[in-house]
């Protein structure tokens, strides 16, 4: 039990660092939206574990303890996630490349045009 | 090739020269290249030197671009093709700002591509020129690129990693757009290759180096040769193109 009771404990003080974190603007809308369902869920799970009433959930997908099934969803997430942050970030460095290129390019132009 | 043909063939030329803190030897490489290349353009790409090269540079009368950042030098060099690209010159020389390439040798590679059979021509050191030396590992490396690339772009490669190459104008088009990153010289032949462009190489001489070292060294050697085989087998670059 007393498991169940961290696991809900932190699950809240999660849920209280994404709401801050929205309300400081750290966070773009859809990244906000995901992680305040990610939060939401957690919490969910942390009370609805103890009573037995996820079992039939896990069952459902050929897995015999709530638990596993917790860990096999989070790993997946996370895989997922990481995955979808690299093909963001290099997208990203790509943008920032041609940006650097270009301030570069205008700021040639612009010496050009001031020693004429 | 006609000496008012050369002329010609260098007025409508852009020397890119990519430099990271070459203060020291960027003035000898522009004066170089101004003697040797009259009449042509010469671009400095500044790649956000912590040094003088920027001032230097000026001073030497070359056209700088400074990157505000520094990208590497697959985005240097590609700053100085968008460069080409905007201002309508027909070719690029690619040259190296330490010193490595002499730009009197840049004659042999105008040369070829004005035979007008290639659309890339790059300067190997090992066609029998001058006498590059390397150590064992690197010619072992070098030897790894070469069948690499020679397998991927269907003819032989002597020279994949140098960097002093000269392109015609659709070669600069290509270049302008889509340009690896990292370490650029080897994947760009096969990327060249992909878009269906010739590629050919010409004998140069190399020095070495005047100042500084390589930039690939120790574990960066395992990540460039793991990069590049991977870019090579797998296809054309990873990375959204700009």
């Known amino acids: 039990m007393k498991g169940y009771i961290l696991g809900g404990a932190i699950s809240l003080v999660f849920l209280t660092i994404t709401v801050r974190a929205i309300r400081k603007k750290q966070l773009t809308e859809i990244l906000a ?7 939401g869920v957690t919490v969910i799970l942390s009370a609805l574990l103890p009573s037995g009433a996820v079992t039939p959930v896990a069952r459902f997908f050929g897995i015999a303890f709530p638990s596993d099934m917790v860990f096999v969803f989070g790993m997946l997430f996370l895989l997922l996630f990481t995955f979808q ?30 020693s004429e | ?21 070459e203060g020291k030897s960027i003035e000898n490489v522009i004066r170089a290249v101004r003697e040797h290349m009259p009449g042509a353009a010469v671009v400095v790409v500044n790649d956000g030197s912590a040094d003088d090269t920027e001032e230097r540079a000026r001073d030497a009368g070359a056209v700088v671009l400074s990157l505000s950042l520094n990208l590497g030098i697959g985005g240097a060099v590609q700053t100085g093709y968008k460069y080409a690209l905007a201002q309508g010159y027909s070719y690029a020389i690619q040259i190296d700002g330490d010193g490595q390439h002499d730009p009197s040798e840049t004659y042999h590679l105008i040369e070829r591509l004005l035979e007008g059979d290639s659309d890339l021509v790059i300067g190997s050191r090992w066609l029998g020129r001058g006498n ?15 069948a690499l690339v020679s397998w991927r772009a269907k003819s032989r490669f002597t020279d994949t990693t140098s960097g002093f190459r000269a392109l015609n104008r659709r070669a600069i088009e290509l270049f302008a757009v889509h340009y690896p990153t990292d ?21 140069v001489m190399m020095k070495a180096r005047e100042h500084g070292t390589s930039s690939i060294k120790g574990l960066k050697t395992m990540y460039f040769m793991l990069r590049i085989t991977m870019s090579v087998v797998i296809g054309v670059m990873g990375g959204e193109d700009s």
């Open chain 1, 33 to 39: 939206i995901l992680w305040l369902a990610v939060s």
């Open chain 1, 85 to 114: 942050l690299s093909v963001a970030l290099s997208r990203i460095s790509a943008r920032h490349k041609t940006l650097v290129q270009e301030l570069a390019l205008l700021r040639a132009q612009l010496d050009v045009r001031s």
């Open chain 2, 1 to 21: 090739m006609t000496p008012a043909q050369l002329a010609d063939a260098f007025s409508r030329t852009c020397v890119v020269i990519p430099a990271f803190n």
């Open chain 2, 132 to 146: 590059y030396v390397a150590s064992r590992n690197r010619r072992f490396g070098m030897k790894f690129l070469e």
């Open chain 2, 183 to 203: 370490y650029p010289e080897v994947e760009s032949i096969v990327l060249a290759r992909h878009f269906g462009l010739r590629v050919n190489e010409v004998p």
